[in-house]
T-cell receptor, first 117, second 115 residues
Framework: GAVVSQHPSRVICKSGTSVKIECRSL??????MFWYRQFPKQSLMLMAT?????????EQGVEKDKFLINHASLTLSTLTVTSAHPEDSSFYIC?????????????FGPGTRLTVL | AQKVTQAQTEISVVEKEDVTLDCVYE???????LFWYKQPPSGELVFLIR??????QNEISGRYSWNFQKSTSSFNFTITASQVVDSAVYFC????????????FGAGTRLTVKP
């Protein structure tokens, strides 16, 4: 099956710093990648949809200037949490669409646990 | 907008019991997909099943079975003869073709199987 990786798997940072999370599709090209956030004991909430070579589409209530998404290639999307604060501590999960003509072939990464002190 | 409801927040059963996890969805689209994922304590989502809106056949995979009923907008998941390893959070999700394939998740049901 298709594999999606995330790096780092776990990160602890100080308040006010920026953190970059990478999402890679290892064995397929992904025109579209998605970023989700999951707070403890809650569901996954879609943050944004990232299309290769264009600006990401953010869900209502998600600050685009705080959560910078870059999808520079067909195998890599990055999420940068800028000026992180403790309330940004969460589990961030990405997913990738293998082929836009093949709907719902969406593959999830293992997640990145962010803790902001 | 699409919406997924998992009314059962937590379920606790004893090993070997059967358990059904409920999922009710809302959508205005005629073409959509329904999913079930398992999330163990490690956090990584484990794909269990995908079903498109045109296929109402029920499915069985080992101890797992799914009942898709468009008439009641439900896509319920049954685990037969539950095992301790089935303990996890289970999410039902929906994606609509017209919404660029983004996926909306239910709140999840935490299943605990006791020995």
């Amino acid at each position: 099956g298709a594999v999606v990786s995330q790096h780092p798997s776990r990160v602890i940072c100080k308040s006010g710093t920026s953190v970059k999370i990478e999402c890679r599709s290892l064995d397929f090209q992904a025109t579209t990648m998605f970023w989700y956030r999951q707070f403890p004991k809650q569901s996954l909430m879609l943050m944004a949809t990232s299309n290769e070579g264009s600006k990401a589409t953010y869900e209502q209530g998600v600050e685009k200037d705080k959560f910078l998404i870059n999808h520079a290639s067909l195998t890599l999307s990055t999420l940068t949490v800028t000026s992180a604060h403790p309330e940004d501590s969460s589990f961030y999960i990405c997913s990738a669409d293998r082929d836009r003509s093949s709907y719902n072939e969406q593959f999830f990464g293992p997640g990145t646990r962010l803790t902001v002190l | 907008a699409q919406k997924v409801t998992q009314a059962q927040t937590e379920i606790s059963v004893v090993e070997k019991e059967d358990v059904t996890l409920d999922c009710v969805y809302e959508t205005r689209d005629t073409t959509y997909y329904l999913f079930w994922y398992k999330q163990p304590p490690s956090g990584e989502l484990v794909f269990l099943i995908r079903r498109n809106s045109f296929d109402e056949q029920n499915e069985i995979s080992g101890r797992y079975s799914w009942n898709f009923q468009k008439s009641t907008s439900s896509f319920n998941f049954t685990i037969t003869a539950s095992q301790v390893v089935d303990s996890a959070v289970y999410f039902c999700a929906l994606s609509e073709l017209k919404n660029n394939n983004d996926m909306r998740f239910g709140a999840g049901t935490r299943l605990t199987v006791k020995p």
